[in-house]
Structures are given as structure tokens and as C-alpha cells.
């Protein structure tokens, strides 16, 4: 049996997993923390890589490997090669205020005409999250640190290269996925195959770190390698030898991949943050910065919504309610749907779509008739449901087709959430058996890379759920808490 493993280093956590290459089956997997934060020395995850591997019985074996890792981290390297300071990860919103004045600037001042000129260069409005950004608060911030920097990398380029074993920083390598939220690349071309499709923008990285255009050519960034080509070996000194590497690819894009999702299927992932994605054959340009304009990790193309609040919404709610998982659930399915006119906002950690990075949450209808245990529970599931079918409508806007729902995370194991997005979401939605689908995204991209080809891995185990829509006025009362909320920032 010929094995593969992909590896999925997320923002809490590293895991590994080894499949069957032909069939895709787990033979075996292991995990490693990361530390909390949202800076990060990359050395911790490498550390907790070397951990995860040793826990899923090394790598000895395996054939071939590739990496899938949180979008958008800032790793700046010296000529040396060195981290030159932690890594800033997507959800440090210190780089907010830098978001809105690359905005500004590339719209010579003005703000609609910065956001318009931003979309049709990179497809995304640059928000706090993204690397672009990040690149301008340490140039403001930190300027001896910008000042060092002979290249940028992204947390799954970086592991890739130390498992390479590279010291050079022209072997640095990615791929469109995780290129495409940097906020410098452009991934509108067509990106099959041959070639790749896209390009970076240094006039936009020029414009991050208030270089001229000729000092940021000098920057090394990873060369885009197409969706299933290998982009070297592994370390001979740490007995890798043997392994061929994969280019890997950004967390969201790798679980497209492990579901195996094709064009039409959305993706909804309910995890620390929530994210809305859907496989597409066309690029975006969403002006509003509601979608990024994403690439996936085969070609295609992955518009995609990302929130700040995902399942932390529950499990606070849950907290003050006094409850377990199984009590929250029960509580919000004794409920009606629309919980008696209450009405929960869910932005409890600010919010990135809608970009309002200093948003608190807000809870609207409180009545003696809805200030019950059971309708709080119900409007926790209902208002982080209600923030996501935004997301899909917003897509929809964009023409991109959602025709099914795939919902995984932790916040999917709850059996409210499953039973009660049907009805939000007005399509029916699809929770697969558990399983880490980022690294199994990228054990497949892995064997793809062996073989030659995408293999026709076995079915996912699966459930759908159906509901008939809940009442309009569930999402109408939603939409209309919502833009109360954002008229008060």
C-alpha cells in the first residue's frame, strides 16, 4: 500500500494525517497545540509539525506530502533567511487602520474609487486579515523590521521549505490558493494547468511597505507552482529524503479539496471563525468587500466570506446559559423558530464581513415573552446562521452558483446548528462525518502529485438535512438588527 499524508497546520492546532493513496483512507494521524496569539514565532510550528508527525507514526514510509495552513500570515525573512520578527497572523486586527488607508491610497484618496481599483486588481478589498495589510502596519510600526525584509511567506510556504530542507530563498514555492489572499497577487487568469494562472502585483506590495516599485522587485515572494506539481523533496538530513512534496496550499482551499467539492458546492465551515466559500469556473471582483476573490487548490476558482465569529458564538451562549452541548441544543430546538422576535448579532469578537473590526455584539427583542433560556439558545444559532446566509447572498450576488451546502467545523457537531441551517439557509445542507478535511486536502493533493493525476478517492460518508425555509421574517428581523448594528460603528 502506497501512503500519503497531508498536514494541517490551522491556528490552534497541527495535524498530520496518513492515507491510503488509492483510497484515500486515514491509516493514521496525530496532533500538536499551537500556542495562543495572534503573533506567532514560526519556530512553535514547526516544532509542533515535528511533534504531530512523531504522533502519527513518522513519515518513514510515506511517499509523498503536501502542506495546508491558515491563510494570510505575515513571514518575513532576511537574507539569511531567518524569521526577522513573529509572525502576524490573519486575526490581528491591529491592521485594520492599515486596510482602510491602502484603500484609501490606491483610490488617491478616495474611498468607493480605492475599493473599486482594489477589486479589479487582486479580485479582494483589502480588511485587516489579509498579508497585504500586515505589510503596512509593520512598515508604519515597525520600521527597522520592514526594512529587513528580503522575503515574504506565507505559514504553509514556510513549512514546506524547511521540510525541503532549502536554505536558498529562491526555493520557496506556493500556489495560487494561498497566493490569492495575500492582497498582491491577482489569481483572475484562468489557472488551470498551464500555466498557472496569475501574477503578483509588487506595485501593490511597493504601495504596502511605501517603497518605490524598484525597491520591492528586490523581494523575494514564493513562485507559484501549478496545482499538482511537485516543488521538491524532503529534508535528506531529517531522513526525508524519499518524500516528494506537493505545493500545498490555504486551509479553506485544502478542505475544498478533502470534500472533494466541484463547482456549484459551497463550503461552510463553522470553526473559531466562520467561512463561506464556494467552488467556482469564474473569478470575483466584489467592489463591496464582502467576497475575496480566492482561487482553489485545482484551477478553479474559491470566492469566499470569512467572518470573525464562528462557533465561539455557541459556546459563549452556552457558557451563560450554564449548559453542555446536548442542554444548548435541547434548549434551542424547545424554541420557535424566530425565537419570539429575539435577535442575536453575533459579533462578539468585532467582524471582518461585514468589515467592522471594533463591532461588539447586540441582542435586539427583549421582551418578557422572549427573555427565555430557550430563546437566547435559539437566537445564538439563528443569528450566527442569519450572519452566514448573508455571506451566501453576497455570493449569490456575484453570480456565483451555491447550489449545495457542505457544513463542517465544531460548530457542526451541534445537532441544533444542523437541524436549524435548512431552515435559515433555505437549501438544504449536507454535514459529512467527521474528519480533518484540510489535511486530508492535502494528502489528496499529495497523491495527485505521485500519480499524476486526481485520484477517485472513496465516498464520504454523509447526511443531509432538509427543513422547509423558516418564516421570511426571521431573516428580515436579522438583516434589519445587522444594519442597526453596522449604523453604529
Known amino acids: 500500500m502506497t501512503l500519503v499524508a ?33 503573533e506567532v ?159 503578483y502585483r509588487r506595485d501593490l506590495l511597493a504601495l504596502a511597505l511605501r517603497h518605490r516599485h524598484t525597491d520591492a522587485d528586490r523581494i523575494v515572494l514564493p513562485a507559484v507552482a501549478r496545482p499538482w506539481d511537485a516543488v521538491g523533496r524532503g529534508d535528506p538530513a531529517l531522513g526525508l529524503g524519499h518524500l516528494l512534496l506537493g505545493p500545498g496550499c490555504g486551509d479553506n482551499a485544502g478542505a475544498a479539496l478533502g470534500l472533494d467539492l466541484r463547482p456549484g458546492d459551497c463550503l461552510m465551515s463553522l470553526g473559531t471563525s466562520g467561512v463561506v466559500a464556494a467552488v467556482s469556473t469564474a473569478s470575483t471582483a466584489d467592489a463591496s468587500g464582502g467576497i475575496a476573490g480566492f482561487a482553489d487548490a485545482t484551477g478553479h476558482h474559491l470566492p469566499l466570506a470569512c467572518t470573525l465569529n464562528g462557533s465561539r458564538v455557541l ?12 442542554g444548548f441544543d435541547h434548549l434551542a430546538l424547545a424554541a420557535r423558530p424566530g425565537a419570539d422576535g429575539l435577535v442575536l448579532v453575533p459579533y462578539l469578537a468585532g467582524e471582518r464581513t461585514p468589515n467592522l473590526p471594533t463591532a461588539t455584539g447586540s441582542l435586539h ?59 435559515v439557509l433555505g437549501i438544504d445542507v449536507t454535514t459529512p462525518r467527521p474528519g480533518e478535511y484540510v489535511a486530508i486536502g492535502a494528502a489528496r493533493q499529495a497523491a495527485t502529485v505521485l500519480a499524476g493525476h486526481r485520484p477517485c ?24 438588527a445587522a444594519a442597526k448594528a453596522a449604523r453604529n460603528q
Open 41 to 199: 514565532d514560526p519556530e512553535a510550528w514547526w516544532t509542533a509539525l515535528l511533534i504531530a508527525v512523531e504522533r502519527a507514526g513518522g513519515l518513514a514510509d510515506v511517499a509523498a506530502l503536501s502542506v495546508a495552513a491558515q491563510q494570510h500570515g505575515l513571514i518575513c525573512l532576511d537574507s539569511a533567511g531567518q524569521v526577522i520578527r513573529p509572525a502576524l497572523l490573519w486575526n490581528d486586527t491591529r491592521s485594520a487602520r492599515a486596510a482602510r488607508d491602502l484603500v484609501t491610497d490606491l483610490g488617491n484618496g478616495d474611498q468607493a474609487r480605492g475599493a473599486q481599483a482594489w477589486a479589479a486588481a487582486v479580485g479582494s478589498v483589502p480588511v485587516a486579515s489579509f498579508t497585504v495589510t500586515k505589510l503596512r502596519w509593520l512598515a508604519d510600526h515597525e520600521p527597522a523590521a520592514a526594512a529587513r525584509i528580503a522575503a515574504v511567506a506565507l505559514p504553509h510556504d514556510w513549512l514546506t521549505w524547511r521540510l525541503s530542507g532549502a536554505h536558498a530563498l529562491a526555493s520557496l514555492r506556493t500556489d495560487r490558493s494561498d497566493a490569492s489572499g495575500t492582497g498582491y497577487y491577482d489569481a483572475s487568469g484562468t489557472g488551470s494547468y498551464d500555466p498557472p494562472g496569475g501574477r
Open 365 to 423: 427583542g427583549l421582551t418578557l415573552a422572549s427573555m427565555t433560556p430557550e430563546n437566547l439558545a435559539r437566537a445564538a444559532v439563528e443569528g450566527l446562521l442569519g450572519h452566514l446566509a448573508g455571506c451566501v447572498e453576497v455570493l449569490r450576488a456575484q453570480d456565483v452558483a451555491v447550489e449545495r451546502v457542505t457544513l463542517v467545523g465544531g460548530g457542526a457537531r451541534s445537532l441544533a446548528v444542523r437541524e436549524i441551517a435548512p431552515e
Open 6 to 38: 497531508g498536514i494541517d497546520s490551522s491556528t490552534q492546532t497541527c495535524k498530520v494525517v496518513v492515507c491510503d493513496a488509492e483510497s484515500g483512507r486515514v491509516v493514521r494521524s496525530g496532533t500538536a497545540p499551537h500556542p495562543d496569539g495572534t
Open 315 to 326: 459556546d459563549a451562549t452556552r457558557r451563560l446559559l450554564g449548559v453542555d452541548h446536548d
Open 457 to 480: 478517492w472513496e465516498e464520504i460518508e454523509a447526511v443531509t438535512h432538509t427543513a422547509a425555509p423558516a418564516p421570511p421574517k426571521v431573516l428580515d428581523r436579522y438583516r434589519a
